[in-house]
C-alpha cells in the first residue's frame, strides 16, 4: 500500500517547490566570501552548529506548535507563533527570506487547497515560512515527526547545494555530506518533538552577523 502522506511530505519538501529557498545562502555567502568556510569540513562543522544551537532549530520547533494549533483549531495560537517568530528575526535579510518564502508558500496553498482559506484568513500577514509549512503539513495529515525531519533535511540539503555552488564542492562530495547528516537531524528532530515553549531559544549571532554583513557584500549569487 502507497502512502499518500509520505508523497506529500516529499512535495512539501522538494527542491521543485516553489518558494524560492534555493535563492538564499543564510549567511554561507558571506562566510565564503571571508574564508572562514573554504571546505567540506568548515561547512559541516557551520552547519552542524546551527543544527544544534542556531536558530533552524527554533524555527523547526516553531513550525511543530504551527502544525499542532491547526490540528486542534487553535488559531489564536497560530497567529501567536507567526507574530513570535516575525519577532525573532534578528536581520532585515532573514525576516524577508522567512516572509517571502511563507507569502509563496501560503499562494501555493490556496491553489492547491482552498479549503485552507478561513485558516489563512485568520493570520496577520505576513507569513512565515516554518508557519505555512506546519499549516500545509497539518492539512495534508503529514506525521509530526516526519514533518520536523522534513523540514529539517530541507533546510541542510538547501544550504549544502549553495556550498557546492559557492565553494565550490563537487556533486558527490555534497551528497556524503548529506548523508553524514542524517544521525544530527533524527537527533535533532527527537529533541524538537521534546521542547517546551520556554525553552525556544538559538544562539546565532554568527549567521546574524554574517547576515548582516551579506547586505553590503560587493557581489552576490543569493539573496541572503
Known amino acids: 500500500m502507497i502512502d499518500s502522506n509520505l508523497l506529500c511530505l516529499l512535495q512539501l519538501v522538494s527542491p521543485a517547490l516553489p518558494v524560492g529557498a534555493y535563492s538564499y545562502s543564510e549567511g554561507l555567502e558571506t562566510l565564503v566570501e571571508n574564508k572562514i568556510i573554504n571546505d567540506t569540513h568548515s561547512l559541516k562543522h557551520w552547519l552542524t552548529q546551527e543544527l544544534r ?7 523547526a520547533a516553531v513550525m511543530l506548535r504551527a502544525y499542532r494549533a491547526v490540528k486542534g483549531q487553535d488559531l489564536a495560537t497560530l497567529s501567536y507563533w507567526n507574530n513570535w517568530l516575525s519577532a525573532a528575526r534578528e536581520t532585515e535579510e532573514l525576516r524577508a527570506q522567512s516572509q517571502q ?4 508558500l501560503i499562494r501555493l496553498l490556496k491553489e492547491l487547497q482552498p479549503q485552507i482559506m478561513p485558516i489563512i484568513k485568520t493570520l496577520d500577514n505576513p507569513y512565515n515560512f516554518a508557519i505555512a509549512f506546519g499549516i500545509a503539513a497539518a492539512n495534508w495529515e503529514i506525521d509530526s515527526t516526519a514533518a520536523v525531519l522534513g523540514y529539517l533535511h530541507s533546510w541542510v540539503s538547501n544550504l549544502i547545494t549553495a556550498g557546492i555552488k ?6 558527490t562530495a555534497g551528497q556524503l555530506l548529506l ?3 542524517q544521525e544530527l537531524i533524527r537527533a535533532t528532530t527527537l529533541e524538537i518533538m521534546n521542547l517546551h515553549d520556554d525553552e525556544l531559544s538559538c544562539c546565532s549571532w554568527g549567521l546574524s552577523l554574517a547576515s548582516m554583513a551579506h547586505e553590503q557584500q560587493y557581489t552576490r549569487l543569493f539573496r541572503s
Open 53 to 59: 544551537y542556531g536558530a533552524i532549530r527554533m524555527e
Open 166 to 171: 559557492l565553494i565550490p564542492l563537487g556533486q
Open 179 to 181: 548523508l553524514e547528516f
Open 101 to 104: 518564502m511563507g507569502g509563496s
